[in-house]
């Protein structure tokens, strides 16, 4: 079955840096884009990056400049490395991945705080 799964998360002090994984299995990762979005208790689910089929970028204004998506079509694995870190990047981060279907990981907490 379809499987996302994000690691890499956790506490880190404003300034720092985390890089976020996502391992897909169960579909054919080379043909779907693939994205990551966050959510904070309240508010809608945003995107933050996304990268296609070709290696075209998208990135939230927030996050540009700081934040960087790759994909490894070979380990079937979607990155985010996130420098920089704010406290408003707090944030629970869900990995996602979109062709004709959408499908969703369980998501994987970034807290930003001294």
């Known amino acids: 079955q379809v499987q996302l799964v994000e690691s890499g998360g956790g506490l880190v002090q404003p300034g720092g840096s985390l890089r976020l994984s996502c391992a897909a299995s169960?579909?054919?990762?080379?043909?779907?884009?693939m994205g990551w979005y966050r959510q904070v208790p309240g508010k809608q689910r945003e995107l933050v990056a996304a990268?296609?089929?070709?290696?075209?970028?998208n990135y939230a204004d927030s996050v540009k400049g700081r934040f960087t998506i790759s994909r490894d079509n070979s380990k079937n694995t979607v990155y985010l490395q996130m420098n920089s870190l704010k406290p408003d990047d707090t944030a629970v981060y869900y990995c996602?991945?979109?062709?004709?279907?959408?499908?969703w990981g369980q998501g994987t907490q970034v807290t930003v705080s001294s």
């Open positions: 996602n991945a979109c062709r004709l279907a959408n499908y």
């Open positions: 169960g579909f054919i990762f080379r043909i779907y884009a």
């Open positions: 990268i296609d089929t070709g290696g075209r970028i």
